[in-house]
């Protein structure tokens, strides 16, 4: 989620993901993302509403599961760190991703995806790390229709308190 300009502050970042038709089109940047060379996903948060047209500013954020093999329009930079060396900035140029990239409803602010995915990730108890990386022997795309399956079991369970 780390931007440069955005600081601590995540409803201040200004990754943008404009649907058109059956794609989104993502520009911006991330920095200090981990894995990102050892990864075929990722999740993406990005402004899918501009900041000015939404009511709060958790609103208008969406997040995406992207599958980031030979994606176009996605430029790592790994960042020289002291301790981590597994540390990219990323740039997003006019990169496209499937509208069914989506998990969750647009635009429906970031706590309700945040909220699933920590619980997500906590079902999974360890799965997560082999979601994200080449260690496990299941293909991308199972990884992929598991974590949408579980998030919206999430979302049929739980419902989302923030709505």
Do not use: W
């Amino acid at each position: 989620m780390t931007e440069p300009n955005a600081g601590s502050d995540t409803t201040k970042l200004q990754t943008t993901a404009v649907k058109q038709g059956d794609r989104y089109v993502v520009n911006g940047q991330k920095i200090f993302i981990s894995r990102v060379l050892q990864s075929d996903l990722m999740l993406l948060l990005a402004r899918t509403t501009p900041v000015s047209q939404v009511k709060r500013k958790t609103d208008g954020l969406s997040v995406f599961l992207i599958d980031i093999r030979d994606m176009k329009g996605l430029e790592v930079r790994p960042l020289r760190m002291m301790i981590n060396h597994s540390t990219n900035q990323l740039f997003f140029d006019n990169m496209e991703i499937p509208a069914e990239s989506l998990l969750g409803e647009e635009g429906k602010g970031f706590k309700e995806e945040i909220d699933v995915m920590l619980d997500i990730c906590d079902n999974m108890k360890g799965k997560t790390i082999c979601v994200l990386s080449d260690a496990c022997a299941m293909p991308v795309e199972s990884y992929i229709r598991y974590f949408r399956d579980e998030f919206e079991e999430h979302v049929r369970r739980r419902g989302c308190p923030f709505r």
